[in-house]
């Protein structure tokens, strides 16, 4: 089926430890992004990509990294857990930055950091 | 950066009752989308509205864009409309931002 597959739904870090949040799509969209979602605050943005060998940063980019070697994976590298990045993270995907359509999102990476 | 506001944060109802979430914004947009997350985190996407008014069965939303503000209407709710309902506005240049959200609980 179309649209946003995160991996994994679920995961539990240890402070001080890295990992990586996977998103994919098969939509051909060029625009791709990642937002955490934190209570009562709504989604922030955190990176996101044009195009593929193309990345900037968001609102909340400290202590996240980002790479689109082709335009389907947007991966997102947590570099050293803090509890501060424990959050649910969404990542979203559309033709274009312009375009209004197909603004797809995944159903999310819960994320607890101990 | 622009700030988005979002009226009433929490808003319980009796299915069959309307109801009207408000999102205000501190600048000129180029878009402004409602956004619907449904209990079991997904969300999706309800209306692209910069300006004017749409509908879509029971849901019509409405944006002033020189009075900053924008109406999101659900007629005769349903259990199924609960979740929580973002606005998300793109100012010219700029990325998406979205409010804080209103947490709608429908009452059978």
Known sequence: ?114 | GIQVEQSPPDLILQEGANSTLRCNFSDSVNNLQWFHQNPWGQLINLFYIPSGTKQNGRLSATTVATERYSLLYISSSQTTDSGVYFCAVRGYGQNFVFGPGTRLSVLP
Not at chain 1, 19 to 48: K, V
Not at chain 1, 60 to 89: I, K, M, W
């Open chain 1, 1 to 114: 089926n179309a649209g946003v597959t995160q991996t994994p739904k679920f995961q539990v870090l240890k402070t001080g430890q890295s990992m990586t949040l996977q998103c994919a799509q098969d939509m051909n969209h060029e625009y791709m992004s990642w937002y955490r979602q934190d209570p009562g605050m709504g989604l922030r943005l955190i990176h996101y990509s044009v195009g593929a060998g193309i990345t900037d940063q968001g609102e909340v980019p400290n202590g996240y990294n980002v790479s689109r070697s082709t335009t389907e994976d947007f991966p997102l590298r947590l570099l050293s857990a803090a509890p501060s990045q424990t959050s649910v993270y969404f990542c979203a995907s559309s033709y274009s930055p312009t375009t209004n359509y197909g603004y797809t999102f995944g159903s999310g990476t819960r994320l607890t950091v101990v």
